[in-house]
């Protein structure tokens, strides 16, 4: 924000010829960047050579977040511009435009360039050192959701290694039920087998033994009847 302020009021203050500059800074100035950039494009159709006017048109492109054409417009300003010095700026810009996109392996490559062409840059090393402390916390965190990540699926894992188990048990615990059940038609098969049959018969066939049981219970009688008569003869005295 320091660099990107200073250089665009540089340019105001030296009262650049082209017109559509001095709307192209108003318009930064107020915030429009997308027509400030559309501005600069115009004055540097003008004025392709004029450095200034590449660089801000890549401080308007980083502001709108279009890191790829701000990068373009940094590297333009650099092939134009020969003091090292000035080529730090651009790289500063770009470092801290990947810093606010948490792009932060990118611009720790652009501070330490910014550093390389101007070790004095106080803003460039305090930017460099932030850069690495995001970089780092960046990690951590990325670090931490994956080892959350990691334990969550562990114990999912578990979990269901668990609910397996416990099914298993269940199914073992009714298993002796349903062999019981399996085996209770047989035994009742058993039972069957060991009631009496009952005999069929005719009619005639039942008539028949009845008669032969009434027969038999007539001798019965009639054997008893005669044991007695003996018994009662056998006793008498023969005078």
């Given at each position: 924000?320091?660099r990107f302020a200073l250089f665009l009021a540089f340019i105001f ?30 004055a540097i159709a003008e004025d392709p050579e004029n450095p200034k ?16 054409q701000a990068e373009a417009a940094y590297s333009r300003y650099k ?161």
């Amino acid at each position: 924000m320091k660099r990107f302020a200073l250089f665009l009021a540089f340019i105001f203050l030296t009262g650049a010829s082209l017109n559509d500059a001095r709307k192209a800074n108003q318009a930064y100035e107020n915030g429009n960047y997308e027509e400030a950039a559309e501005l600069y494009r115009a004055a540097i159709a003008e004025d392709p050579e004029n450095p200034k006017l590449h660089f801000n048109l890549g401080n308007a492109l980083a502001k709108m977040g279009n890191a790829e054409q701000a990068e373009a417009a940094y590297s333009r300003y650099k092939s134009l511009v020969e003091n090292p010095a000035d080529e730090s700026m651009a790289d500063y810009n770009t470092g801290k435009m990947l810093t606010d996109m948490e792009q932060y392996d990118q611009a720790l490559n652009y501070f330490r360039e910014a550093l390389r062409n101007n070790p004095d840059d106080e803003d460039a090393r305090h930017n460099y050192e932030l850069a690495l402390r995001k970089q780092q916390e960046q990690q951590e965190n990325e670090q931490q959701q994956s080892d959350s990540d990691q334990n969550q699926d562990q114990e999912n894992e578990e979990n269901q290694n668990s609910q397996n188990d416990q099914n298993q048990q269940n199914q073992d615990q009714n298993q002796p039920q349903n062999d019981n059940q399996q085996q209770n038609p047989q035994d009742q098969q058993g039972e069957d087998q060991q009631q009496p049959i009952p005999i069929d018969m005719t009619e005639e066939e039942a008539e028949n033994i009845l008669d032969a049981l009434k027969q038999l219970e007539r001798e019965l009688l009639e054997n008893r009847k005669k044991e007695s008569t003996q018994a009662q003869s056998g006793n008498e005295k023969d005078w």
